[in-house]
């Protein structure tokens, strides 16, 4: 079974999605950050969706909390 992560710290990946110019990240950091947030949550692929596709506007918490909802 996958380690899930914490409600915090995908908020805190999240964060750094929403926002990568204020870190600073190259293309390749943002990718792995992506992956380390979707690889974190009960449903990867679901979790992945509502980053890149899903257009419902939501805050980071609402979509962090719909990425933990199995």
Same mark, same amino acid.
């Given at each position: 079974?996958?380690?899930?992560?914490? $409600?915090?710290?995908?908020?805190?990946?999240?964060? !750094?999605?929403?926002?990568? !110019?204020?870190?600073?990240?190259?293309?390749?950091?943002?990718?792995?950050?992506? $992956?380390?947030?979707?690889?974190?949550?009960?449903?990867?692929? !679901?979790?992945?969706?509502?980053?890149v596709?899903?257009l419902?506007?939501?805050?980071?918490?609402?979509?962090?909390?719909?990425?933990?909802?199995?």
């Amino acid at each position: 079974m996958a380690n899930h992560l914490s $409600r915090e710290q995908l908020l805190a990946l999240l964060d !750094k999605l929403m926002r990568p !110019k204020a870190h600073k990240l190259t293309q390749e950091q943002l990718d792995e950050v992506l $992956r380390e947030f979707y690889t974190g949550c009960p449903d990867p692929v !679901k979790a992945r969706w509502l980053v890149v596709e899903c257009l419902d506007p939501m805050t980071d918490e609402q979509l962090v909390d719909r990425a933990m909802a199995v």
